[in-house]
């Protein structure tokens, strides 16, 4: 095996850091996310979209801004994850003093 320091890697994925900071702050922007998650403004963006297409999230346009709401109850879609529903995920990255994301009714 190869030096694990010449390739750094994480547990999550960047799907999972944008929905992350999306539940933490429903009124990001995308510019945002990019920066914190450490990827460009396309590929957060492209990340969105991929993330509402697959009923994850879903947007609601207020001025020029948008506001995310999140399907909490969805499952992770790996098939040894299936059972487990977003919110346990969003729940282990939640900031005390965070409020619960907002959900879709």
Not at 90 to 100: A, K, M, N, W, Y
Request: neutral net charge; proline residues 4%.
């Amino acid at each position: 095996m190869g030096d694990s320091r010449s390739k750094p890697w994480t547990f999550l994925t960047s799907h999972a850091r944008v929905l992350i900071l999306i539940s933490q702050n429903p009124n990001i922007r995308v510019r945002d996310v990019a920066e914190m998650a450490g990827i460009t403004e396309r590929s957060a963006q492209r990340i969105i979209v991929e993330l509402e297409d697959d009923g994850y999230l879903t947007h609601e346009k207020i001025g020029r801004r948008n506001r995310y709401k999140l399907s909490t109850d969805a499952t992770l879609r790996h098939p040894l994850e299936q059972a487990v529903e977003v919110r346990f995920l969003l729940d282990v990255f939640r900031v005390e003093g965070d409020r619960d994301p907002v959900t879709e009714s």
